[in-house]
């Protein structure tokens, strides 16, 4: 049968096959229950409310759509490289036109396909697109539907990055998708600076590990999931913190303590990084670090990306630190990866690997951050007493955490007189 030949040419049947079955029993459940509306309401009744759902959500689209100033827009970022040409970026251009209550998203000067496997299929490119334009004409308003990208016009020549052709490598599909959202954002920020976000960590950070249990003489793999990071800050708020990369919302981490039960390993540390958000008025949000030590021989792989592209600020904000590998390899840890792509490493018992994500960029000039906000970021542990003077102009005692207001009055006024200095030099 069908289901055997499936069966037969996938790696872990005993896993696959369950997935396989709960994809099956959804769609038949949803197909039973769409035919009851039919049978309870009549199909024209149905398909009316269908279309007209679609064209309502067509219409709210374009509404908004209308309050974005017409014009050309651009934006540039980029991918660390592919994990062959070290080092070489991979280019990720945009170009936003809005024209009246349409608006078209042109991709054709994101990188050509790579030699590395970091290539997506055409579906990416287009997933891009409805993403951004979903977040920024009506993204909890109304449900996803056809009606809701009616007005968007997405241009993906074949043989990108995101629209590869044959033989190129291919990889998750999710590559590319969250820094190209990013980018679209950061490219009408100046239009709409309202309704975007400062850069995310952009990536799933998505962590394996397989070996034989020793106790059980089995093969075993196992993955937490994504690790989650920080978001971008918006105009009038912070950017949240440890939360899945845009375009990923329908995909969950592992609970520590389920995959500590399932498999030789310990999860030594699982925290919130700090000072890892942009500093701003409104500060980036904060990524995430967990530390996984092995119990028994084992090998980890790691494709993450953004660790050199860090989470750009908007309007003045500061960027947040990239995403991060490490390993501890007989008590040393090893930092000084060129990228996060640490492909595969042996771990013996004792050893462990570390993967942090990025912080959220800042918005706006973190020296007009609120000092009380200053101080309770300080006192939750997000900014540290160092980093609230550096960055924030504001001064705290390391003990108390007491605002010195003379202190930082002088101090903020000193920085802002430099920061002036240095923009109207850069000007």
């Given at each position: 049968t069908v289901v055997d030949i499936i069966r037969q040419n996938v790696r872990l049947p005993s896993r696959a096959m369950g997935d396989l079955r709960a994809q099956v029993t959804a769609v038949k459940t949803g197909e039973r229950r769409f035919l009851e509306l039919i049978e309870r309401y009549g199909r024209d009744a149905v398909l009316g409310a269908i279309a007209a759902i679609m064209d309502h959500a067509e219409a709210m689209a374009r509404m908004r759509t209308r309050t974005i100033p017409a014009g050309i827009y651009e934006a540039e970022s980029y991918m660390d490289d592919d994990g062959i040409d070290i080092g070489r970026k991979v280019p990720i251009r945009v170009r936003v036109i809005v024209e009246g209550d349409e608006m078209t998203v042109d991709l054709s000067e994101v990188s050509k396909q790579v030699r590395g496997f970091y290539n997506s299929g055409i579906s990416t490119g287009y997933a891009c697109a409805q993403v951004a334009y979903k977040c920024l004409t009506s993204p909890t308003d109304y449900p996803i539907n056809d009606g809701s990208f009616r007005s968007l016009k997405t241009i993906v020549p074949p043989g990108r990055v995101i629209s590869a052709v044959r033989p190129a490598p291919m990889r998750w599909w999710m590559t590319y998708p969250m820094t190209i959202v990013d980018t679209i954002f950061k490219a009408l920020a100046p239009a709409i600076p309202d309704r975007v976000i400062a850069g995310h960590h952009a990536d799933l950070l998505a962590s394996?590990?397989?070996?034989?249990?020793?106790?059980?003489?089995?093969?075993?793999?196992?993955?937490?999931?994504?690790?989650?990071?920080?978001?971008?800050?918006?105009?009038?708020?912070?950017?949240?913190?440890?939360?899945?990369?845009?375009?990923?919302?329908?995909?969950?981490?592992?609970?520590?303590?389920?995959?500590?039960?399932?498999?030789?390993?310990?999860?030594?540390?699982?925290?919130?990084?700090?000072?890892?958000?942009?500093?701003?008025?409104?500060?980036?949000?904060?990524?995430?670090?967990?530390?996984?030590?092995?119990?028994?021989?084992?090998?980890?792989?790691?494709?993450?990306?953004?660790?050199?592209?860090?989470?750009?600020?908007?309007?003045?904000?500061?960027?947040g630190t990239g995403n991060a590998v490490e390993l501890r390899i007989a008590g040393e840890w090893k930092r000084d990866f060129p990228n996060a792509k640490v492909l595969v490493a042996q771990l013996k018992p004792g050893d462990a690997f570390k993967i942090r994500s990025g912080g959220g960029g800042g918005y706006g000039n973190p020296l007009a951050r609120p000092v009380e906000q200053v101080r309770e970021d300080v006192r939750q542990g997000y900014v540290t007493v160092k980093s609230a003077a550096e960055l924030y102009g504001v001064v705290l005692d390391p003990d108390t955490f007491e605002i010195d207001a003379r202190a930082t009055e002088k101090l903020r006024a000193a920085r802002m007189a430099h920061r002036t200095a240095a923009n109207a030099h850069s000007a």
């Open positions: 394996s590990f397989h070996g034989i249990n020793e106790r059980t003489s089995e093969f075993f793999i196992g993955s937490f999931g994504p690790l989650g990071g920080g978001w971008g800050a918006k105009l009038t708020e912070d950017g949240v913190s440890a939360t899945v990369c845009i375009n990923d919302g329908d995909t969950h981490n592992s609970p520590n303590e389920q995959a500590e039960f399932k498999f030789p390993i310990v999860v030594e540390r699982y925290a919130l990084v700090p000072d890892s958000g942009g500093a701003g008025r409104r500060r980036g949000g904060l990524g995430v670090e967990r530390v996984v030590r092995a119990r028994t021989n084992m090998v980890v792989n790691n494709q993450s990306e953004r660790a050199h592209c860090r989470p750009w600020g908007l309007d003045g904000g500061l960027d």
